[in-house]
């Protein structure tokens, strides 16, 4: 099974992250953001990635290190969980609809991390988290898991059918890149024998 566990700890924030990459998309998240407690269980349920999150942060000024330390968190879990990358399929994206909306994610386990960013929306806030913040959870697990990450909401009215929209096209693209492919099973997906640089 590929799993890790991470700590982080700041003067901000206190996270804690458990995964197992090979679940059945079971979940147990708590950060104290209502929204972003949703988003990350739809992560966890759509790429089958079991996913425990407990996070305690200073809300009391505003949700932006809780979010973007969150992403950092399970960025590392991810990575760590990965190990060597060793059969991976490497690649995977995903078009979600969601009723008027639709997204595209595509994705590279590449050691490089990267990320663009082309979701636009209409309204500062859903319920009390700021819409920006969602940028900043998506730039940092892409940093922290190594991930390149190419984020489209290529039409969409309802924020949090965008918004929903890519992170369950981040969920089934994860899901996908993960998967060990058989035909390669112990060797590394890349012409070079290593992955970054």
């Known amino acids: 099974m590929r799993e890790a566990s991470v700590t982080r700890k700041t003067k901000e924030t206190s996270i804690e992250v458990r995964i197992n990459l090979d679940g059945t998309g079971s979940y147990d998240v708590s950060t104290g953001i209502g929204f972003l407690d949703h988003m990350l269980e739809q992560l966890s349920r759509h790429s089958l990635m079991d996913l425990y999150v407990r996070a305690e942060g200073d809300l009391h000024i505003d949700f932006h290190h809780t979010t973007e330390d969150t992403g950092i968190a399970i960025g590392q879990a991810v990575n760590e969980a990965l190990g060597d990358n060793a059969g991976i399929t490497r690649f995977g994206s995903a078009y979600i609809p969601m009723d008027e909306t639709l997204s595209r994610i595509a994705l590279d386990i590449s050691a490089r991390p990267y990320l663009i960013w082309r979701v636009d929306f209409s309204k500062p806030k859903l319920g ?52 060990i492919d058989p035909r390669a099973a112990d060797a590394i997906p890349s012409t070079k024998g290593t992955l970054g640089g």
């Open 128 to 179: 009390d988290m700021d819409t920006e913040l969602f940028k900043e959870w998506f730039q940092a697990f892409a940093q922290a898991a190594g991930i390149t990450l190419h984020v489209e909401n290529l039409y969409g009215e309802n924020n949090h059918h965008i918004v929903e929209s890519c992170f369950k096209g981040l969920a089934r693209s994860l899901r996908t890149a993960t998967t």
